[in-house]
């Protein structure tokens, strides 16, 4: 059973891929069109083009002649993409973060080929039949090593975050296509390529928003994408966990009796939830201040008197050691990534 269930879902992502071809074509490119030594210079930008900005690396063979094609169009909300290339590993750096005002997730839907991911200090492998999650917001690597062809959806950062507020925890999980809430996702976005030509171009935006219902369904109901999600309890209670804390993150007395009181747990349950995330209860809760921190200092068009205030804000009541945590997670001290962000917002 689980055999032909993973052949179906193989199956449907190849489909998937035919519709986009024969369908979306709004966008098209092949790499054949330029000359040798060109074409992984246009790989490059083609790749940032219809995503966001990113660094590539490539073999030294395939530097001089690159085989790659991209297809796609837009859906509504949403931009569904087929690509396929040669082996490529694709970076997502601080400098591209700072430099550019973009916010989006990716749904990467391998077709064939193993892609290996990994953002925030988590990794993944996913094959056909799955598919994996990647955040704009923070740096990453993406990868694969043969050569290999694959669906992307890109989808606004805020309308995902509208439906699950916590997506960016659910970046590199691996959703298995076998689950129901997966399937079900896969099943609409077919029908909706399918169908796009004939709808009127309200309803494809409509349509697309009930696509993303139905991706932050399938976030929320899968096993993958929570660790320690061994029972129905055991992932409600992280939910409700991760929710309290990040509405409480500017909270200087937020601490695990405070989460384990909200939570009706005890604190020793707490921390056994926590054990297989790789995190500790207050490592995780310093990890998520110190991201809204950086996404403040990183926007010019955000006013900031000072780094104190603001450190203080997201409920640092230490500067010095706010300062030391903020230099090591993003390699440079926050006056310098604020001082960096309003240079370029001049230029």
């Known amino acids: 059973m689980a055999g032909r269930m993973a052949h179906r879902n193989c199956t449907r992502q190849m489909l998937i891929g035919q519709l986009i071809m024969q369908i979306m074509k709004a966008t098209h490119f092949d790499t054949s069109a330029f000359r040798a030594g060109q074409q992984f210079e246009h790989w490059n930008s083609v790749v940032a083009d219809a995503y966001f900005s990113l ?47 973009t916010d989006y997730f990716l749904v990467t839907i391998p077709e064939w080929g193993q892609v290996h991911f990994e953002q925030n200090g988590k990794i993944v492998d996913c094959g056909p039949g799955d598919f994996i999650l990647e955040g704009s917001a923070d740096p990453y690597c993406f990868s694969y090593q043969q050569q290999a062809r694959m669906n992307v959806i890109r989808v606004p950062g805020a309308m995902l975050r509208d439906r699950i507020q916590n997506a960016d925890d659910f970046c590199a999980s691996r959703f ?48 993958e994408a929570l660790p320690c999600a061994d029972s129905a309890s055991q992932d409600a209670h992280l939910h409700r966990i991760y929710n309290f804390i990040n509405r409480q993150l500017d909270n200087p007395d937020l601490n695990t009796a405070l989460i384990a009181e909200h939570c009706g747990i005890s604190t020793r349950y707490l921390h056994q939830l926590f054990k297989p995330t790789g995190h500790t209860v207050a490592g995780w809760i310093k990890e998520r201040r110190l991201k809204q921190c950086y996404d403040a200092l990183s926007d010019p068009r955000r006013s900031i008197r000072s780094i104190a205030e603001l450190a203080y804000r997201w409920g640092f009541s230490d500067q010095a050691h706010f300062s030391r945590s903020f230099k090591a997670r993003y390699d440079m001290p926050p006056g310098q990534v604020r001082a960096q962000a309003l240079d370029q917002h001049k230029s």
């Open 55 to 101: 660094s590539l690396q490539t073999g030294e063979r395939h530097h001089e002649r690159f085989c790659g094609s991209l297809d796609g169009g837009e859906l509504g909300h949403v931009t569904v993409t087929r690509l396929q290339s040669d082996p490529v590993s694709y970076h997502r750096e601080r400098f591209h973060i700072s430099g550019e005002n």
């Open 176 to 223: 298995l296509g076998r689950q129901a809430g997966c399937s079900l996702f896969m099943e609409y976005l077919q029908s909706l390529i399918k169908l796009s030509p004939d709808l009127p171009e309200g309803s494809r935006f409509k349509l697309s928003e009930q696509l993303i219902d139905l991706l932050a369904m399938s976030m929320e109901t899968s096993g």
